[in-house]
């Protein structure tokens, strides 16, 4: 879990998916909100070349907001926050200046609730901390202008008044997004560790019974050739020239079948246990071009994102493994992997089958790359040997 | 492994963090309409606004008792409170200002955007829909009634019907999606589980390689050159050891608990330090000088797995050294750091390529890399073609403390 942050797109991803048409519908609403707004303030509006460009900056943010929180860019980056937040503040400076010394009422003004409602859309992709620093710093800038302008609204208040009502939608809205963020992330942590503990029991249950199979294993493989000639030889005591031999030909089987079994990647298991568990359909198998081994040297984390999204796509009706395959090469210490897969989805539904199981992808190898040019499903993503 | 929440667990957490979230909007709600009112009583005291705020107080009371306790009954007990509170504070409110009081006024919408935020009891989209709506819906008749009453005007808050159609939005799109979505879920968790679970074989599994190897393999070799006659008393017994053991009983289920087994009673830990110098004493009745140093005992603070790896392994090294350094001679040094034990075998002789050389790629792979990296350890190599070789074998081990007790 090291070098992920505590946000749920990066703890759950699937959390985070769940959340992702909120993201279209603040896309949507933003703007419609700024756009009404400034529709029923335009009495107040001095600059309205200024006002528009507001307002298509509120677009702006709403479809950056789309492209930067899909889970094929995932994860959200606190650089992409900032760049969605600078963009908020600067809609909301231009429309604070389009009304410059002539507006009526500091509650009708949409800029303090369109940067409040973007940091709540955020909340599955940053961590609390920073959504309710962000709302916190940008309470203070809405603040600050409501306090400057407090002479021109109709309203006669103390100053203070106004920097209450302008900031209390940012404070209530980053706050509330903060602490979503807290408890799903705090129940999250929770669970792992009582998964761990489950984990750990299950391990030492099943991992006496492995250790009897794979004993089993090897007795059926010694018991074939190299029990009979030992026992043999202890019974008459003798060495000759054809023990020797017999004693290299076997030493040399037994030897070659463990450099065979060296060589088998965790890789090479799932996609033989795929194609058998899948057979019925077609008895071939994922090809694996992965002749330096590096399969072996993936995190575990990440062989879990891998194995989920093979079965996944196993299990898709249209999913031809005999036009599918993994080939991992080594590229400057670092492992690159292409994974081509024949999966033929046209409609939306059937992508969806996969999305998930690539968003988490997406959230385990950062530099993942998805084409689907239909049925050709083509990922690239590299790791770091482990 | 943090791949999410199980599918059955995802609702109730969901609604918890919905229920916080909604609770500091009421909260901040709350607390900014009680600091409008100070500032308003302050600025004009010629009004009484001071019972208004006093109405706010069960309010904050009630919040704080449904945030603590997220039941049925502090639900419900929100939502009667809070709505007393709001027809109480538009009352007083209103009647100060005749004939400029409005009901969608900001300092009496702050009040009804608290009650919609009530975040409520259960589990279920539904639900927290079912708590936002009656919540809105109480807000604003008592708002209407007080209203009503002191002849305030009566309009509609835009706001408070936006923020209501606004949450229950996000809700439905939460309950819509998470079916389509969670499927995944049981899929990512049994990934998970079956990782680990071939981890432990993998692990088992080059366990069992290398000892095939040490045992099987080295006698079969041993066996290849020996001259015609009787087969020699040593070999005698390890072949009977090896048919004893490999076939006869557990071998691969061990005692201990994994990599990190503490199970090392007193006569364990004796018997610890032995198996190291009874794997060095095997290597030097092959025909190696083995020169020892360093600090043995520390060998002591190794769980039963990881010595029993190390000094299988130190013997692999040393073996290696005698088939193919080209020298009779090796030296192994023992260190003993807080939380590590390092054993180092090094050579003088004719040193290899580990990458190039297939003769012991099986050895060094399996009876000293994997077998050391199945117990949690490292293994390093330095060899040059002509220039000797160093093994360094590192494992964790019981900190001294610990150790001591």
Redo the contacts between chains.
Sequence with gaps: ?SG?ERTLQQ?????A??????SY?AAF?LPV?ASVSTWINRDSIVHSELAAVAVLLVVLVGMALVWLSSPLRAPLTSRAFVLLLSLALLAFGVSAISMAENDAMV?DDWGGPVVGLLILAL?PYRPAKELAVAGSLSAILVGVVALAQAENFVAV??P??FV??AT?PI???S??????????VR??DR??ARARLA??E???E???F???S??QN??TV??QQ??PF??E??AR?????D??ER??V??EA??ES??A??DRS?LD??LDDAAASAAGTTASRVSLSDPAGLAQKMS??E???L??LI??AH?HPSFDPSDSGIEIVDRAGRCEVVMRASVAADDHAER?RL???VA?ARVIFADLHVEHDSPALTLRFSYEQR | ??????GH??PH??S???A??????AL??LI?AL??LA??Q??SPGVILWPAMLALVPMLAALWAVERFRTWYFTAAYLVIGTASIYWYVLVGTAQFPGAAVTDS?VLT?PKIALIMVGGSGTGVLRMIGWCVLGGVLGEAATVAAAMQTGARLAVDG?AL?ILV?AV??LA??GV??E??????P??A?????????????R??AR??AM??DT??G???A?????????RDDL?QR??A??EV??GQ?????TD??PDGRGATESDTSWVASRMLRAIDEARDLGLTVELSGDLSCVARLSPARDVAVALATKQCLVNVLKHAGVAVAEVVVYGAQSEVSVMIIDAGRGFSERETSVD??GL??SVR?RIESVGGTVQVWSTPGAGTSVLIRVPALVVSEAAE
């Design positions: 879990m992920r703890r759950d991803p699937l959390a998916l769940v959340g992702m048409p909120i519908l609403g909100y509650r909340a208040y103390p203070i008044v209450v009502v209390t404070l209530a809205l706050f509330a997004a903060a602490s979503f963020a807290h408890v799903l129940g999250l669970w792992n984990f750990s299950l391990a030492d099943r991992g006496r492995i250790a009897r794979v004993q090897s007795v010694l018991n190299v029990v030992l026992s030889l202890r005591n003798e060495v000759t020239e023990d020797r004693a290299r076997i030493a037994v030897r463990m450099v079994d060296v965790w298991d799932l575990t984390d062989r879990t994102a194995r989920a079965i996944a299990g969806s999305a998930p199981f988490v | 492994m943090s791949l999410g929440l199980p667990l995802a957490s969901e918890r963090a919905f916080r979230a909604s609770h500091v909007i901040v709600c900014a600091t409008l500032m308003l302050e600025s900001y702050l706001t936006v606004v939005a996000v799109i939460i999606n998470r389509r979505v969670r499927h995944a879920q899929s990512l049994r990934a998970a589980r079956d990782e680990q679970l071939s981890d432990i074989r993998r088992i599994e069992a390689a095939m190897h099987i393999l006698h079969l070799s066996i290849a050159s020996e001259p015609d006659g009787p087969l005698q072949i009977d090896d048919l490999l076939v557990e071998w691969l289920v061990d608990n994994g790629r099986l792979r399996q994997r």
